[in-house]
């Protein structure tokens, strides 16, 4: 059984960044072919997924995040992670992690990912 776990702060300061971790246990973050993502949900609103990180460290980001976004990942530690820069309130959310299939993940069919953290609560307010 794969399981995804997201951490990290609650509150985050507007113009911060934004940092998660996302721990993985029960597969490796490098067994082909798979990718791992980040997805938020804002309040009231659908899910949006952020970018993603492939088996072979290859790393997708969505274009209107793009210029804020990285994510990468420690192997060691079965980790990967998220870094928003310049956070406003509009990126409160709750904020997953999932792992699909890569072309699942590439083609943005959150609804085919396989596995799925609970989802943390990010707010952003001063």
């Known amino acids: 059984q794969v399981q995804l776990q997201e951490s990290g702060p609650g509150l985050v300061k507007p113009s911060q960044m934004l940092s998660l971790t996302c721990t993985v246990s029960g597969d490796s973050i490098t067994t082909n072919y798979f990718g791992w993502s980040w997805i938020r949900q804002p309040p009231g609103k659908g899910l949006e997924w952020m970018g993603a990180?492939?088996?072979?460290?290859?790393?997708y980001y969505s274009p209107s995040l793009k210029n804020r976004t990285s994510i990468s990942r420690d192997t060691s530690k079965n980790q990967f992670f998220l870094q928003l820069s310049s956070v406003t309130p509009e990126d409160t959310a709750v904020y997953y992690c999932?792992?699909?299939?890569?072309?699942?993940?590439?083609?943005?069919?959150?609804?085919?990912?396989?596995?799925w953290g609970q989802g943390t609560q990010v707010t952003v307010s001063s």
């Open positions: 999932g792992r699909g299939p890569l072309e699942v993940v590439l083609y943005g069919r959150v609804d085919e990912y396989d596995y």
């Open positions: 990180i492939a088996y072979d460290g290859n790393t």
